[in-house]
């Protein structure tokens, strides 16, 4: 079994910064793809920002130039930097990872979500 356990939300100022952070835990052989995905209240849940094992990085256009995603592979971490807040960005943020328990077996995986909450 595999764990994401994330850390790191909070309530922040318009323009402020967090940093999110999400380690994965348990039966690891390696992990593909880390992702952020949000849920705002009403909305569906959405993509934020993915990367891969190898440090390729993709982002929603909303936090393009705002938000940076990173992760120690060593550790198996995922981090999401998240600069120049805006109320927009309120949501739920939920850690994501394929992850392979074996060669051959590889499994979707998420966290329990994180609250940020960004007052103007």
């Known amino acids: 079994q595999v764990q994401l356990v994330e850390s790191g939300g909070g309530l922040v100022q318009a323009g402020g910064s967090l940093r999110l952070s999400c380690a994965a835990s348990?039966?690891?052989?390696?992990?593909?793809?880390m992702d952020w995905y949000r849920q705002a209240p009403g909305k569906q849940r959405e993509l934020v920002a993915a990367?891969?094992?190898?440090?390729?990085?993709n982002y929603a256009d909303s936090v393009k130039d705002r938000f940076t995603i990173s992760r120690d592979n060593a550790k198996n971490t995922v981090y999401l930097q998240m600069n120049s807040l805006k109320s927009e960005d309120t949501a739920v943020y939920y850690c994501h990872a394929f992850v392979l328990t074996t060669a051959h077996n590889e499994y979707s995986n998420w966290g329990q979500g994180t609250q940020v909450t960004v007052s103007s």
């Open positions: 348990g039966t690891i052989f390696s992990i593909n793809v």
């Open positions: 990367i891969t094992s190898g440090g390729r990085s």
